[in-house]
């Protein structure tokens, strides 16, 4: 059990990096297309969906919102 929940801390502090790295660049302050928690949920989604790579999720959040990689 010990393994499982330091594997979730894990995946949650990535997710975590990911949404803040996002939202502190300036393509999603300059732009604005989506909210943050927009852009939380498509990260959960990537995730859920089986990416684990940081740059990964920051590019297709950044595809979401029409910023570009």
Known sequence: MQSSASSN???VGLLR???DEVLADNRYR??????????AEHILACAAAGE???ERLKASAFNRLGAGA
């Not at 300059?30 to 852009?39: D, N, P, T």
């Open 52 to 54: 684990r790579d940081i």
């Open 9 to 11: 801390d894990v995946l």
């Open 30 to 39: 300059e732009r604005k297309s989506g909210s943050a928690i927009e852009v």
């Open 17 to 19: 990096r990911a949404l």
